[in-house]
Nanobody
Framework: QLQLVESGGGLVQPGGSLRLSCAASGFTLDSWPIGWFRQASGMVREAVSCISSSGRKTYADSVKGRFAISGDNAKNTVYLQMNSLKLEDTAVYYC??????????????????WGQGTQVTVSS
């Protein structure tokens, strides 16, 4: 059974760091892309970063230079290292995979398996 489980969220002050984890089961990281998405209260869900089955990485402009995505094949886990966090990074963060593609895609509805989400709150 294909499953994604996020962890690592929490409360952090502006300028601080967090590392989110997305543990995958039922498939391996070299099968399909895994993306990180976030949804702030009252806002639409947006793409944050993605790593393809071949390891290619993409980032939203709002997080470039601050966030870094990586994959650990041995642990079958994708990480999102978030540095220099801002108030506007506050959101529920989700990881998801698309079983339709091997490369990252923009359309959120292309991602057919989602984790339960982890809350990230940036506050002083």
């Amino acid at each position: 059974q294909l499953q994604l489980v996020e962890s690592g969220g929490g409360l952090v002050q502006p300028g601080g760091s967090l590392r989110l984890s997305c543990a995958a089961s039922g498939f391996t990281l070299d099968s399909w892309p895994i993306g990180w998405f976030r949804q702030a209260s009252g806002m639409v869900r947006e793409a944050v970063s993605c790593i393809s089955s071949s390891g290619r990485k993409t980032y939203a402009d709002s997080v470039k230079g601050r966030f870094a995505i990586s994959g650990d094949n041995a642990k079958n886990t994708v990480y999102l290292q978030m540095n220099s966090l801002k108030l506007e990074d506050t959101a529920v963060y989700y990881c998801a995979t698309s079983t339709q593609f091997r490369e990252c895609v923009d359309a959120l509805d292309s991602y057919d398996y989602w984790g339960q989400g982890t809350q990230v709150t940036v506050s002083s």
